[in-house]
């Protein structure tokens, strides 16, 4: 087996992650605020320390899911990578849920359906490698 090839428990192990990590950014601002945060007002949107945090997580999420992750071949440097970037788009919703009052709805509307966009890029695309997907058979 080359070394670019995926077991189907390592594909599985990272989907597992992938679903656990995405479903929690749906979860945290349920039982940690008072709901989730899906409505924008006409209040607007002011720029504070918690959006410039959030926007600095999402951007290294984003050069280590299409910068780092895609020139990897080994399936621990990938793994250890995939996590450091779902925890740093997962730590945005974090930030919308303790650094931002209820008083501000649009900021903390923006963090988490960016955190939502951020954690689908990470969805694990990269596990055939160029390959065709598998048919149902492969898995038996």
């Known amino acids: 087996m080359a070394s670019s090839e995926f077991t189907t428990r390592q594909k599985l192990n990272l989907l597992t992650i ?4 995405s479903s929690s950014c749906f979860i945290y601002p349920i039982f940690l605020d008072d709901g989730l945060p899906i409505r ?16 600095a997580s999402w951007a290294i999420a984003t050069l280590i899911r299409w910068i780092v992750i895609p020139k990897l071949t080994s399936y621990l440097a990938i793994l250890g990578f995939f996590i450091a970037g779902l ?3 997962e730590a945005t919703i974090f930030y919308g849920i303790f650094l931002l009052n209820n008083d501000q ?5 923006l963090i988490f359906w960016v955190a939502v966009v951020c954690m689908i890029q990470f969805f ?3 596990l055939n490698r160029g390959k065709s997907p598998p048919s149902i058979k492969a898995f038996d």
Not at 18 to 21: E, F, G, S, T, V
Request: charge should be negative; proline fraction near 6%; avoid cysteine.
């Open 124 to 126: 694990p695309l990269f």
């Open 40 to 55: 924008f007002n006409d209040q607007g949107i002011q720029f504070n320390f918690a959006l410039l945090m959030s926007f």
């Open 18 to 21: 992938w679903a656990a990590l």
């Open 87 to 89: 925890a740093f788009t």
């Open 105 to 109: 709805p649009n900021e903390k509307a």
